[in-house]
């Protein structure tokens, strides 16, 4: 039964590793091949976010305000409100 590669040790043998100021340079050549958003796309962008967060804020406090008298009426007995 013929072994995988691996198991044999036939793998390649280690790139040689990046130096800091290499990795400097591809970091700030790739920020520069990024394309930012104006200043209208940002306020739209943070605007639209901030209208979400709030959303699921509500939806969240009005789901544990829900599940708290839930939980209150269910091992209180139901008549101390």
Known sequence: MAEAPAVKGDRKP???RTGPVTFYRQVVAELRK????TREQLSTYFIVVMVFVLVM?????V?????GKLAFQI???GDNV
């Open 63 to 67: 789901l544990d305000l829900a599940l």
């Open 57 to 61: 804020i509500t939806l969240v406090s």
């Open 14 to 16: 280690a790139e040689k």
């Open 75 to 77: 091992f209180t007995g």
């Open 34 to 37: 990024v394309v930012w958003p």
